[in-house]
């Protein structure tokens, strides 16, 4: 372990070399400055664990110093020394995000202790923000691990069923037939809980959503359309995009967390559609939005169910749907990312006709600033 | 006139799933070569020269699955065998950030003609192959 490194910032060269030797007696690394601006380069450059700035220089003054610091690297101390100490001062500085103050003339017993302690709260700022990565890192492992091994062997089980129910394994009599479609509903089931669940710890893990980037929802649709296309086909039903095309849709989002909630709308207008049935996709922009319209020709939903569908575990009777949905956090999930996003999700159905759902995303501006 | 089989490979470490892979394919027919890894498929793709490979991402290693891909579109070794589609299958749907933006590509690394979903379902597997077979 390197000895510290500590950074003078002041105007006097007299300060600046008595507070040099004063450090180097006690095993400190010491580097100098002779203005703020100078000083901030320094840190930028060396990345000290302490500065210690005078408040009154020409040029900068202290106090920008304290402040740029803590945007730079908020884990580096500061501590102020001035000759015109008063209280309104050391309070400005400690708001500032100064470690303490020092008011001249100080010993070089008192300077030592102040860096001491100084460097002491560091360590242990470090120390607690090291252990807290170290935790998130095995709880997401933890999560990925326990997700899989719960997983494998239910898909493994899930995989034979789907052979056996395409025939692919030999004749299977009636009865037992529809006894393996139905042991293979209620996996589905699981499964779709332990994704559900697998989400939830995630996003408890990680917070909500991740960061918010101009994304092209077009392309990002397109692209799960394309991805979903053959499933939808498999299960009766037809998925189209619906544009437009050619043109960029930039939305401020965070793509896996969108990923996240359009699958979940396409996959229950697929899953909750009559055979034969159709599944639209589209885009539209409205004043500060852009907004995405997913309708379909399912078994709608009934009128006093409709404002409880985004409850958490709430779900609508499966009798009619193909597979078994899961655990009913879907749509709640959905509508907690898409508010993250600070936008939002409505639902329009007929029961018998079919449902459509809008998702209302903040627009980016069309070089990616904000809206 | 006679038609040979077209071949499909499959390259997964669990033996359930390549039995499974087996009497779906089979059915079509087609002939179908397993592999129980990256290492075991290497010497396989070179000699069998499959139509169309099955690739599990969730062996060991997700690198694994990756890496292979890349080997195969890339690289002089396989250089014979470069145009074989290849379908990443995947059990578990969000290792490497988002399934369908295919994080390797942001690394320089060329991805997979296709995805399928753990388990699959036989009729989607069948029109996803068809579809990269008629290309």
């Not at chain 1, 507070?19 to 601006?37: M, N, W």
């Not at chain 1, 918010?212 to 299960?235: C, H, N, Y």
């Not at chain 1, 909630?261 to 899953?271: D, G, R």
Request: net charge negative; glycine share 8%; with cysteine.
């Amino acid at each position: 372990m390197p000895d510290p490194l500590i950074l003078i910032i002041d105007d006097e060269e007299s300060m600046r070399d008595s507070c040099s030797q004063i450090l180097l007696k006690g095993r400190y690394r010491v580097e100098t400055a002779s203005d703020g601006t100078a000083g901030l380069e320094k840190i930028r450059a060396l990345r000290p664990d302490a500065v210690i700035v005078d408040l009154k220089m020409p040029g900068i003054s202290g106090f920008e110093v304290i402040e740029e610091l803590g945007r730079i690297d908020p884990r580096i101390m500061a501590i102020v020394v001035t000759g015109y100490a008063t209280v309104e001062s050391a309070v400005e500085a400690m708001k500032k995000g100064a470690y303490d103050f020092l008011p001249k003339p100080f010993t070089p017993e008192e300077l030592r202790m102040i860096l001491s302690r100084a460097l002491e709260h560091r360590r242990v700022a470090l120390e607690a923000e090291t252990l807290r990565r170290e935790k998130q890192l095995l709880e997401e492992n933890f999560i990925t691990m326990v997700s899989h091994q719960l997983r494998s062997p239910l898909v493994a089980i899930q995989q034979y069923f789907e052979v056996i129910l395409s025939d692919l394994a030999g004749p299977v009599e009636d009865k037992p037939k529809d006894m393996i479609r139905r042991a293979s509903e209620r996996l589905t089931g699981l499964l779709h809980l332990i994704n559900d669940w697998l989400d939830l710890a995630r996003i408890d893990q990680k917070g909500l959503i991740g960061k918010v980037k101009p994304l092209d929802l077009g392309r990002m649709l397109r692209k799960l359309v394309d991805f979903i296309a053959p499933s939808a086909t498999e299960s009766g039903a037809t998925l189209e995009w619906r544009g437009p095309d050619n043109e960029p849709f930039f939305a401020l989002g965070d793509e896996e967390s969108l990923e996240q909630v359009f699958t979940n709308l396409l996959s229950n207008a697929i899953s909750y559609n009559k055979p034969g049935g159709r599944v639209d996709i589209s885009l539209r922009r409205e004043p500060g939005f852009i907004v995405c319209e997913v309708r379909d020709t399912g078994i709608g939903i009934a009128k006093d169910h409709l404002p409880l569908i985004f409850d958490q575990f709430y779900q609508v009777s499966r009798r009619e749907s193909k597979r078994g949905k899961g655990s009913g956090l879907g749509l709640s999930i959905a509508k907690k990312i898409v508010e993250a996003h600070d936008g939002r999700i409505e639902v329009s159905s007929e029961p018998g006709v079919g449902s459509s759902f809008t998702v209302w995303i903040p627009a980016s501006g069309r070089s990616g600033e904000g809206a | 006139m006679t038609t040979s089989r077209l071949k499909i490979m499959v390259i997964d470490d669990d033996p359930d799933f390549r039995a499974a892979m087996t009497a779906i394919l089979t059915s079509v027919p087609y002939d179908v070569v397993a592999a129980a890894g990256v290492a075991d498929a290497k010497p396989k793709i070179l000699a069998e020269r499959p139509d169309l490979i099955l690739l599990d991402i969730m062996m060991d290693s997700l690198f694994d699955g990756f890496s292979l891909c890349h080997s195969l579109k890339t690289s002089k070794e396989f250089e014979a065998v470069r145009t074989t589609p290849v379908i990443f299958v995947s059990a578990v749907k969000d290792l490497a950030g988002s399934r369908f933006g295919f994080k390797g590509e942001e690394q320089g690394m060329a991805g997979p003609d296709d995805y399928i979903d753990k388990p699959v379902a036989p009729a989607d597997l069948l029109a996803r192959i068809d579809r990269l077979l008629k290309r």
